[in-house]
């Protein structure tokens, strides 16, 4: 791992973010007054958490992270095994607030996309599970809209995709605050607003939107509007964004981005400055400058946090199918220790100590935590 010059990284908002929130603001006003759908708080969303995890982890990742204390638990069978959608981001209660709980609870959060070659998509998801007991793990299925206006100008929704209509990966996010960074791959960021929740009228899986008098959001209870989006400045340097990562030991907080490569060691990580005040990116200007660039120095990266100086890496299919997760800083050498099978992006759960990742693979799903390293 080795710094590279940061200065070059620049992104500015789509549009400004006064005109996001008030295209969602306007969406729900026309929800509640023509009775097509009823705005939700975060509150009411965690008071209907309607699934059962199962505690624990399964027997072949508790042999694969023997001796590293891991903890953990599993979606239902149904979530584990479905194999049109792959979770893929993770977060959690810790990212959201500084002393780790929302309301008093610990969440982890994960982020599912539509794996089809079905046009239109479903776009992505969220599975929001309650861990504060983890004997009892609660947790609901939440849709990803983007507000849009219909021909007539009024508003309406559609699913999270990207411009080519593939469904949006969401390989990392961040809940910071009210708001859930999501990483859009070759663009930058989206921002969703947990404040800004709706449910629809009606639930057929195959509909999205407002349609003949009713509301849907393919077949979920409830949906999350997005309010902003980040993109690359013209002439910056670029970058992907596979995954992402928060860090709040530093001041102030920060994002983290990265790029996903099966055979390539120089993919970059890229650090943004976060504002503890609005919640979003700091602005100079009207755009954001990153502070700090890295190389990866490893292959297959899934995933990255930084704490304490310290970037932390997941990496896939590092020990034959198997990941591990590296602990690094520039100019030093890499140390890593084993990790699971299918790791995805990674959550530190900074009131435990504990680093967090969701596996992809069907019948292979476990949401594993081991003490960071």
């Known amino acids: 791992m080795r710094d590279i010059d940061a200065c070059a990284f620049e992104l500015a908002l789509q549009r400004p973010i006064s005109e996001g929130k008030a295209l969602a603001d306007r969406l729900l006003t026309r929800l509640q007054s023509e009775s097509l759908g009823t705005p939700r708080s975060f509150n009411y969303v965690t008071d209907n958490l309607n699934r059962d995890g199962r505690s624990g982890l399964s027997s072949a990742t508790n042999t694969r992270l023997s001796g590293l204390n891991p903890k953990g638990f599993r979606w239902n069978t149904g979530d584990d095994n479905v194999t049109y959608w792959y979770p893929q981001g993770i977060t959690g209660s810790s990212d959201a607030q500084a002393d780790g709980k929302v309301n008093g609870r610990r ?11 079905a ?21 609901r299925l939440l849709l990803l809209v983007d507000p849009i206006e219909d021909s007539s100008g009024k508003p309406t929704y559609r699913e999270a995709a990207y411009d080519s209509g593939n469904a949006l990966h969401a390989g990392g996010i961040v809940w910071y605050g009210d708001y859930l960074f999501v990483a859009d791959t070759s663009q930058g960021f989206r921002v969703y607003d947990l404040s800004r929740i709706f449910s629809p009228t009606k639930y057929d899986s195959d509909k999205v939107g407002i349609h003949g008098g009713e509301s849907y959001a393919h077949g979920y209870r409830f949906a999350v509007p997005r309010i902003a989006r980040y993109r690359w400045k013209s002439g910056s340097c670029k970058a992907k964004f596979s ?13 983290v981005n990265g790029g996903y490569d099966s055979s390539d060691h120089s993919k970059k990580l890229v650090v943004w400055p976060l504002d503890p005040a609005t919640h979003l990116l ?22 990255a ?18 990941g591990r997760l590296y602990k690094g800083r520039p100019g030093q050498s890499n140390t890593s220790v084993k990790w ?27 949401v594993v935590s081991i003490p960071l390293p």
Not at 243 to 255: I, Q, V
Not at 284 to 298: D, L
């Open 305 to 322: 946090i930084r704490a304490n100086g310290y970037y932390y890496v997941s990496s896939s299919s590092q020990d034959g199918s198997n």
């Open 340 to 366: 699971v099978y299918g790791a995805e992006d990674i959550y530190l759960q900074r009131d435990a100590n504990r680093i967090w990742t969701g596996a992809e693979h069907p019948g292979r799903r476990d």
């Open 243 to 255: 995954f992402l990562g928060l860090d709040r030991t530093s001041n102030p907080p920060a994002l």
């Open 119 to 139: 046009r239109p998509t479903k776009g992505a998801r969220l599975a929001l599970a309650d861990i504060t007991d983890p004997s009892n793990i609660k947790y």
């Open 107 to 117: 969440f982890v959060m994960n982020a599912w996309y539509h794996k089809t070659t």
């Open 282 to 303: 700091e602005e100079r200007g009207g755009t954001t400058r990153a502070s700090n660039a890295a190389i990866i120095g490893q292959t297959r990266a899934q995933g």
